[in-house]
């Protein structure tokens, strides 16, 4: 999902564009492929996109599923239209025609949506099924496609050309003459003399003295384009077309695009741009401009498309909510190198420009309307890239007071101009808000935009929050959801964002448990979530991803979690489309950027719910192998579901980011181990007794104790390997449900080097070891290098391990454990029978294993000393159980002394010297390291203070030298060994 919000990107100018139907195909019919090389032009041909490698048609993929249940076409799913689908099968038929020989069931359902756009008398097409009346765009498309589909059949009816041949073509506006002249002739019909001149009188008649066409009012090029075209179509030949050349060329912008007319005021746009094109190529061969080059503007419309076309070469608009949405995808999955694949100078210099130093907001793109929606994607996107790079706002104090200022009086926050937008995320539903929802009403979304901006800029104080909650609670019906707007039904994606805003005012609602329930009854028989559950009975409203995924989030804000998580996942996984790897509105239909984070978020909670259960993940791919599985012998079938078992979950992985991958980055926000009052037993008789400890990920746990003490049984049970009571979670799951289904995740080095082949070189052992987890030899070979030179043995691989010293075997073990990218590593008293320095150097590569690969160290050993390279650690004694547990500073600190020990020595051995020690008012405990002579002091007296009262108790000459030092663990194993009763 990741390669396909990355997708989406420009090439040169880093940001990202969200790509839309009509744009692509307005730049499409605006381009000569065949000339575009010579212009000089960065031009991506659809027909040779290189950047997308494991999806070959991923432009035409991308548009033709944009195909709904119905057979029509359309940005968002649902809203299909005839104009929407004509210009998605042009587009292909003008680039690539032989796409649609295999797309037969989707060409079938096209007729069938053009056959049921046909009026019942056959006079004319609909805009859609719903429509009340035909027009004669729409005509003009039904007409167009069913010819290029060879659908003679639907055109058989006489009336269709009735209803294109009226009379009444003078008058009419001159776009709609202009697919009237295009159907008629589509349908194979000739305009006698009489109609030729009428049209020409007509269209001459719309001539200003500038050049260009109008209907109304001053001239404008897409008007232009529609006369001149007509014109030319019918062999009739306009007045000064040098002069609407020109007119055109006037159209012309800054930025080399071109805008509806010649003045100031008019932008670039995408229908501008085409109308001009087409009007150019009608006109520059007929006309001669002196002192003109016509080249130049081509050149330069071409330079401004391919600012507005993506590396994966679909065109359409820079927008914030575009970068929002591309930057927090790229966020969710690599946050580690956000910074390799976001260019933040440009993006925030781009956030800038949409600012409204007149009202302190933001608008969706530069120059345009300032929204609270706008301004909301500007806050969020300074929260992200504040994270990598030192920026500021603009202007903090009028963002605020432009935020403030959005706050009705009833406490909500008015929606402005963003009525579209809160459309779009019902889909099919939008129609049935259109005369509910006023644009100085307060939303129950809008609300949650406002209040989370505020909150990112530190400022909830500056509103009235005591009418806020007022409002908020208030609109909380009584079936437990939230409506759009007070007084309608509750819906599923309101309840979401309803309960996400008393999250953050840190107010419950007037019933959790009403809300929860509302949001489970709303989940459909096929794991999908309804909008609006009271009414789905009586109408059969399709679910989209956002009224899912909001429905899905919401329960995991209160923690808790669809019931039918494994229809969900089927559900979610035919929204997947495996020839982009996009996520759709619907069940196949094609993807898009504005689904992709949330996307990601919700299949992180779906993903952990699974606790890597390969079952369910599996059956998200197995149905894309569904008809060879079929033809197999019934004998054959389990064999190869269990050998695709681990090709699904590496498709998975590479094409959706579905995975280990996404898995971890979940985890990570769990601490790596979470224990509560646990007791280990071996049979019935109890080994360790109330162990309670939390480990952050990333630390390094050093389990420290003597042989005998309980170390390994400590960890067996961490693993789930031994009985225990209490509670125990490694990265949020309960190891007692889970044990198994942990596995993928960890590595595991034993004390025992006896699964190390001996006549095997390194490289060989980490290559038979790292195929058990179905890598690749090539990939096995790049991780090898690393880890390997990680761990400083780099010139060992191709050595036998059997010439290898103790401490390089060790060394190969571990490396053995990480080739499969486990988030927590288990090793097994690693340092045991190696010499001291061997056994520094070890744990110095262990330090650096910790850094670099980002794991969880849990480091079992008996040496005390280690515990300086643990972040923290897990004290056992033997027949005592975990004596304590904490950071190796703090465990120290605890100690009389405070971390500083009194190192004593005699001029000779003194009897019974210890209890003598002892009994000096302010020695609180006395550590013999040689008998009778050398000794630790445990002490918060000073070491003069020491001094003179062990002189005055032992004798003036007694004391051969004394000096203070840092108090070390084993000091501590000695002074807890005596502290801490045995366990009975």
């Not at 061969?285 to 016509?294: A, H, R, S, T, Y």
């Not at 071409?302 to 970068?323: D, R, V």
């Not at 520094?840 to 160290?857: D, G, H, P, R, V």
Request: glycine share 8%.
């Amino acid at each position: 999902m990741m390669e396909f919000s990355y997708s989406h990107k420009n090439s040169d100018s880093d940001l990202f564009i969200e790509p839309e139907i009509d744009a692509n195909f307005r730049a499409i019919d605006s381009i000569d492929f065949s000339q575009v090389n010579p212009y000089l032009t960065d031009l991506i041909s659809p027909r040779s996109i290189s950047y997308i490698k494991d999806y070959d048609e991923f432009f035409f993929d991308y548009l033709f599923e944009k195909q709904n249940n119905n057979g029509s076409f359309s940005d968002i799913g649902g809203l299909g239209n005839m104009f929407s689908t004509y210009e998605v099968i042009e587009i292909i038929d003008l680039l690539n025609p032989t796409y649609f020989y295999l797309k037969s069931d989707e060409i079938g359902k096209i007729l069938t949506y053009i056959q049921n756009c046909l009026v019942e008398n056959g006079w004319g097409f609909k805009y859609n099924e719903y429509a009340p009346l035909p027009d004669i765009i729409s005509t003009y498309c039904a007409i167009h496609m069913a010819n290029i589909f060879n659908a003679k059949s639907i055109l058989s009816n006489p009336n269709i050309t009735n209803y294109v041949e009226l009379s009444t073509w003078a008058g009419e506006p001159v776009e709609q003459l202009y697919y009237r002249i295009k159907a008629y002739l589509e349908l194979g019909q000739k305009f006698n003399q009489f109609q030729n001149d009428t049209i020409a009188n007509y269209l001459k008649s719309l001539r200003n003295i500038d050049g260009g066409y109008s209907n109304v009012g001053g001239a404008n090029v897409q008007s232009t384009f529609y006369a001149l075209s007509s014109m030319y179509s019918l062999n009739i030949m306009p007045d000064e077309a040098n002069e609407t050349l020109q007119f055109v060329l006037n159209c012309g912008k800054l930025d080399g695009g071109f805008g509806s007319d010649p003045y100031l005021n008019s932008s670039s746009d995408f229908t501008s741009g085409w109308a001009a094109m087409k009007s150019i190529d009608l006109l520059k061969d007929k006309v001669n401009l002196p002192g003109v080059n016509i080249e130049t503007y081509i050149q330069n419309y071409y330079n401004w498309l391919y600012t507005h076309q993506a590396k994966n070469g679909l065109f359409g608009q820079t927008s914030l909510e575009a970068n929002y949405l591309g930057a927090l995808s790229i966020y969710l999955v690599e946050p580690d190198n956000f910074t390799d694949y976001v260019d933040i100078d440009n993006m925030w210099d781009y956030v800038e420009d949409c600012y409204n130093k007149g009202d302190g907001g933001f608008s969706s793109q530069p120059g345009g309307s300032t929204s609270l929606l706008a301004t909301y994607h500007a806050i969020n996107l300074y929260e992200i890239l504040l994270i990598y790079s030192d920026i500021s706002l603009p202007d903090r104090k009028d963002i605020i007071d432009y935020l403030v200022d959005l706050q009705d009086d009833d406490g909500g926050f008015e929606l402005g101009i963003d009525i579209n937008e809160i459309m779009s995320l019902f889909g099919p539903l939008s129609q049935m808000f259109t005369d509910l929802i006023e644009p100085d009403a307060p939303t129950i979304e809008s609300t949650y935009w406002g209040v989370v901006s505020l909150k990112i800029l530190d400022a909830l104080d500056k509103i009235d929050e005591e009418n806020l909650i007022h409002w908020i609670s208030a609109a909380q019906s009584a079936d437990g959801g939230f409506p759009i707007v007070l007084g309608f039904h509750s819906d599923t994606i309101s309840t979401y964002f309803g309960l996400k805003t008393l999250k953050i005012l840190k107010i419950e609602p007037m019933s959790t448990i009403a809300a929860i329930e509302f949001l489970k009854k709303a989940q459909d028989e096929d794991g999908s979530f309804v909008p609006i559950p009271v009414i789905s009975d009586l109408f059969e409203f399709p679910s989209t991803f956002f009224v899912s995924y909001f429905a899905a989030m919401g329960l995991y804000e209160y923690d808790f979690q669809p019931e039918n998580i494994e229809d969900l996942i089927d559900w979610y996984e035919d929204c997947l489309s495996s020839n982009t790897g996009g996520i759709g509105d619907f069940p196949m239909f094609g993807g898009d950027l504005r689904n992709t984070p949330y996307g990601i978020m919700l299949i992180e909670e779906l993903s952990y719910d699974q606790s890597f259960n390969p079952k369910p993940w599996n059956d998200l791919i197995t149905s894309i192998f569904i008809i060879e599985i079929l033809i197999l012998l019934l004998f054959g079938m389990l064999k190869i579901i269990s050998l695709l078992n681990v090709t699904v979950s590496k498709k998975l992985k590479e094409r959706f980011g579905v995975g280990e991958k996404y898995n971890i980055s979940y985890l990570e926000k769990f601490p790596a181990i979470l224990c509560d009052s646990v007791n280990i037993f071996a049979g019935r008789k109890l080994i360790v007794e109330s162990v309670s400890m939390k480990l952050k990920h990333g630390e390094i746990l050093g389990v420290l104790g003597e042989s005998g003490a309980g170390k390994s049984t400590f960890v067996k049970s961490l693993l789930g390997m031994r009985k225990y009571n209490g509670k125990i979670q490694i990265y949020g799951m309960n190891v007692k449900k889970k044990h198994k289904k942990m596995r993928p995740i960890y590595g595991y080095v034993p004390q025992d080097l006896g699964k190390i082949y001996l006549n095997f070189t390194t490289l060989q052992n980490i290559m038979y070891f790292g195929k058990q987890y179905d890598m690749t030899e090539k990939l096995i070979m790049q991780k090898t290098k690393r880890i390997l030179t990680a761990l400083e043995i780099e010139d060992k691989m191709h050595e036998k391990v059997k010439n290898l010293s103790g401490g390089q075997k060790r060394r190969v073990s571990i490396a053995m454990a990480l080739i499969h990218d486990p988030i927590i590593i288990w090793m097994d008293e690693p340092t045991s029978g190696l010499d001291p320095v061997v056994r520094e150097n070890l744990w110095l590569a262990l330090t650096k294993i910790n850094e670099q690969f980002n794991s969880t160290l849990i480091v079992v050993t008996h040496y005390p000393e280690e515990s300086q390279f643990c972040h923290r650690v897990a004290i056992f004694g033997r027949m005592r159980g975990m004596i304590d547990y904490g950071r190796p500073k703090d465990l120290l600190a605890q100690l009389p002394g405070k971390g500083r020990t009194v190192d004593l020595y005699f001029n000779e051995v003194n009897e019974n010297a210890i209890e003598r020690l002892e009994s000096i008012e302010g020695i609180d405990k006395a550590l013999e390291n040689k008998a009778g002579t050398d000794f630790s002091l445990l002490s918060d007296l000073n070491i003069n203070s020491i001094e003179e009262k062990i002189k005055l108790n032992f004798g003036n000459d007694s004391i051969k030298d004394i000096n203070q030092n840092d108090t070390k663990m084993e000091q501590y194993f000695r002074y807890k060994a005596m502290e801490v009763p045995k366990l009975e």
